[in-house]
């Protein structure tokens, strides 16, 4: 299997990021060649000042800049601008291009950003995009909104989500729109999620929405039950079933694949219900087009495996802790995955990719 790339990194005693060098797999050397080189630079806060993007020119051998970011910060040191700049490479002069604005809501953790391209000839300012991220009184996310400015980006997401809990804080709705360039209106999808008593979660169902008809339709629903239980371990299993429409019916998909596994270790054998997750991580899902996989145990020889819904393999890739897993060649679907160390499989799941 041939390597994609890979990043070196390098910090200061405050464990800031002062360095990252990325080399990208070269075919005819089969070896890996620099690409690019990321320079940060903090004051005695740790806030970060600048940052200054080089690329590898492979005539002279030797990293040229290309732009420099500048970081400016308010009273409460919160980020409030970005002012990015490109640097030409025969002058070294610098030009505004990029300026982003950081917004916060006071008493809460809610904020956002809006981002202008700068025309360099007059000086105005054009809206490309905003994120702006919600929270509740509980510190929890119910709403995240990007919206994007199309003429800068026709490939982009514009999205928004809304997101609800019950009084134990379990995410029990979570809806969201994307927008459709071809309907010019947003589309939506939705998953729904119930739990037990204990709060581990018993059900999920996704569903589609149905402009014409004005409705959600379900599309799959996972049913998550105990699978096995000793007074340390505890395992819960998730069956998938795919929804019907033409006999409003649900069917269960066959096979190991489409199974979802979480393990659990009991923190005192007196207590079935106090219980505590290994901390198998993989973010972001639903994802674009990359993947980290994060772990507290340590993995031997780790690999990612990826099915499709008719249980098919179409990925398998070797991984480290907190690589980026290119997935960006999969199209949008709803996909299982396996995380395989040696013979063990350590996890598997559903992984939705956008």
Excluded: A
């Excluded at 690409?35 to 005539?59: H, P």
């Excluded at 995240?144 to 026709?154: A, E, H």
């Excluded at 514009?158 to 029990?172: A, F, L, M, R």
């Excluded at 007196?270 to 994060?294: D, H, M, R």
């Amino acid at each position: 299997m041939v390597p994609d790339d890979k990043d070196e990194y390098s910090y200061d005693e405050n464990g800031n990021q002062t360095l990252r060098i990325n080399y990208n797999w070269n075919v005819e050397s089969e070896s890996f060649v620099q690409n690019s080189k990321y320079e940060n630079y903090y004051d005695n806060d740790n806030n970060q000042l600048y940052l200054i993007i080089f690329s590898w020119n492979s005539e002279l051998e030797i990293f040229t800049p290309t732009s420099k970011t500048y970081f400016e910060y308010d009273e409460q040191k919160r980020l409030v601008s970005e002012n990015r700049y490109s640097i030409d490479i025969c002058s070294g002069s610098k030009i505004l291009q990029v300026k982003v604005g950081y917004f916060y809501i006071d008493g809460s953790d809610s904020r956002g950003y809006i981002s202008y391209q700068v025309d360099t000839s007059t000086g105005d300012f054009t809206w490309m995009y905003s994120t702006g991220y919600f929270y509740n009184q509980d510190g929890k996310l119910f709403k995240r909104i990007q919206d994007v400015n199309l003429d800068f980006y026709p490939d982009t997401f514009k999205y928004y989500w809304d997101i609800s809990y019950d009084e134990n804080g379990n995410q029990t709705l979570y809806i969201r729109y994307d927008w459709d360039s071809t309907i010019q209106d947003y589309k939506s999808y939705k998953r729904e999620s119930s739990y037990d008593e204990n709060n581990f979660k018993t059900q999920e169902i996704v569903y589609s929405w149905y402009p014409t008809l004005g409705v959600y339709k379900p599309n799959f629903k996972m049913d998550i039950s105990t699978f096995s239980e000793t007074d340390t371990k505890l395992v819960r299993e998730g069956i998938m079933y795919e929804y019907d429409t033409n006999f409003n019916t649900w069917n269960e998909l066959e096979g190991e694949e489409f199974k979802s596994y979480w393990y659990y270790t009991k923190n005192s054998s007196l207590s079935t219900n106090s219980v505590e997750q290994k901390s198998f991580s993989i973010y972001p899902n639903p994802t674009k087009g990359f993947l980290k996989i994060n772990s507290s145990e340590p993995f031997i020889d780790p690999t990612i495996e990826v099915y499709d819904l008719k249980g098919s393999r179409i990925l398998s890739k070797p991984f480290k802790t907190d690589d980026n897993i290119n997935i960006s060649e999969l199209k949008p679907s709803i996909y299982f995955y396996k995380i395989i160390d040696g013979n063990e499989v350590k996890q598997s799941g559903k992984l939705i990719k956008e």
